[in-house]
């Protein structure tokens, strides 16, 4: 599995940004998909998951109500729709793959990562 994630850049307080994240893999649709951060000097922490046929997600309290995980299978992508975007929401977002029916928040848990895409926020 591959992954590739997109959509990164340098925004102001409040604003919204879509990342996204290609994954090369025929068997998409069977994926719990997640997206993670790190900020410098910081952990890589959980930020939002959604299961294999988008009806279930799961968000980290700190973005609940500001970010929303989804996914198109025909397109093998996942999406993540930021707003009201903080400083301290600036970080190196990874998306994250695992074969499993279950949501999972530990990043010990997804076997699969993409490269990270890099969001600033200025205040």
């Known amino acids: 599995v591959q992954l590739q994630a997109s959509g990164g850049g340098l925004v102001q307080a409040g604003d919204s940004l879509m990342l996204s994240c290609a994954a090369s893999?025929?068997?998409?649709?069977?994926?719990?998909m997640g997206w993670f951060r790190q900020a410098p000097g910081k952990e890589r922490e959980f930020v939002a998951a959604?299961?294999?046929?988008?009806?279930?997600?799961r968000y980290a309290d700190s973005v609940k109500g500001r970010f929303t995980i989804s996914r198109d299978n025909a397109k093998n992508t996942v999406y993540l729709q930021m707003s009201a975007l903080k400083p301290e929401d600036a970080a190196v977002y990874y998306c994250?793959?695992?074969?499993?029916?279950?949501?999972?928040?530990?990043?010990?848990?997804?076997?699969?990562w993409g490269q990270g895409t890099l969001l600033t926020v200025s205040s």
């Open positions: 994250a793959a695992a074969l499993t029916l279950t949501l999972r928040v530990l990043p010990n848990l997804y076997p699969y």
């Open positions: 959604i299961n294999w046929s988008g009806d279930t997600t």
């Open positions: 893999v025929r068997t998409f649709g069977r994926y719990v």
